[in-house]
DNA sequence: AAGATTTTTACAAAATCCTTACAATTTCCT
DNA sequence: AGGAAATTGTAAGGATTTTGTAAAAATCTT
């Protein structure tokens, strides 16, 4: 699954390409400033970042330039309304990155999304390997000494999450806010039970295990 | 699986085309200039390259040197916005080579592949065969143990796709977009009858089968 | 118009997910 | 340390969502 991060203060415009994108069978968040957008990235790798210039409270640049000083890698498409870009606007992109100018259509937004992956060949399979386990992005599935352990979609988000940073505490607010929606019930103990059957379906997987944090978590160590 | 390489700069055309060839049955990759080309080079063997000439950085006859340096064997099909070219250049293809004048047709071009590709004896790839089962693209028509399985156009299309990427999930909003049509109404159930239809018409085949994941869609897996 | 194909609809079946309840564990406080 | 409070583990079962599929309706082909 490919992951786009969509930064756009207007609130209808980021809704309509989210869903788009997601209909074009991406995996899409919305930001609607780069002070959200960047602690969206703390919590997920994107593989690709649409990015609106004029936003209030960091433009555009200045949210790329955070970014890049984190990850150099991440293509950025940028979208701005002006209709003849500053050269210093110009010069700000990089090889890999793209410009698009307000109004576009969709489908010319999805051409360039598609060229710019294609560029940075991102179309890799996504498979963590771990010892004898395997969980793999694009099959969907998790494996452990060849045999398939079978996981339903909220177990294979939070376990691909968690193995994809290993080490790192996600609370459950934010595994909650990721994977079942903003509007979830705080009270829920979805994500404990979650949790609890994916421990029983990796007992027996020997190279690592999900602990508890008390007050704080869970997260996958290597053993 | 046959590898085609698209050395071209203009995202949108190198997309286009990309798609086209990607959907013809050839496995492609898409180069924006002479320097990525060779770097993709290094990492995947490829049968044929498809190259434009005029590229910023390095242009296409450059590149075709420095590619034969390395490799005599392999093709190449030069796209040229020039109707009439130079001598010189004229001169440079080799007799496995090729020219086309944009704008050209696409299917033009992949008439032109496989022309290249016959040359060097290469097979085309347009069935596929999975123990006794055999899917041809060229005939549109699927058989096993030598009966003909009679597929609607739209069942054809989809179990061509699953096959072509066994193991992969092919979520319904991607089988939508590409066979009925981003318009498509994201309610409908047709992905799930025409999926259901096939199941019927090849439960008699062991090789494969095509297995729900649910909540994502649906994927072939062998077995 | 007849036949084939495709879509919609409706209901059944299956899978997933959530809540609940209570037990176990950990932390906090004196 | 001992007990209270908070946090976590987890089984059970019922609610919800997703999928299967037959049959009717609509659409396309010839």
Not at 115 to 122: M, Q, T
């Amino acid at each position: 699954m490919i992951n786009i991060l969509v930064v756009e203060d207007d609130a209808e415009l980021n809704e309509t390409i989210c869903r788009y994108l997601n209909y074009s069978g991406y995996e899409v968040s919305g930001a609607m400033n780069g002070a959200d957008a960047l602690r969206f990235m703390e919590n997920k790798k994107y593989d690709l970042i649409v990015s609106d210039i004029m936003m209030p409270l960091m433009d555009g640049f200045v949210f790329a330039e955070t970014v890049r000083a984190v990850n150099q890698e991440i293509p950025i498409l940028f979208m701005t309304a002006k209709d003849d870009l500053g050269s210093k606007e110009k010069g700000f992109a990089r090889g890999i990155d793209d410009y698009l100018v307000k109004p576009f259509d969709l489908t010319e937004l999805k051409w360039r999304i598609a060229a710019l992956l294609r560029r940075v060949r991102i179309e890799q399979v996504k498979k963590i390997e771990i010892g004898a386990f395997v969980i793999d992005e694009e099959e969907h599935t998790a494996n452990y000494r060849g045999e398939e352990i079978a996981l339903t979609k909220k177990e294979f988000s939070v376990l691909y999450k968690l193995l994809s940073f290993p080490k790192k505490t996600f609370s459950r607010a934010a595994l909650m806010e990721e994977f079942w929606g903003y509007d979830s019930n705080s009270t829920s103990r979805s994500v404990d039970v979650c949790i609890a059957e994916l421990r029983k379906k990796i007992s027996e997987v020997e190279e690592f295990e999900i602990i508890t944090v008390h007050g704080l978590g869970y997260k996958a160590v290597m053993r």
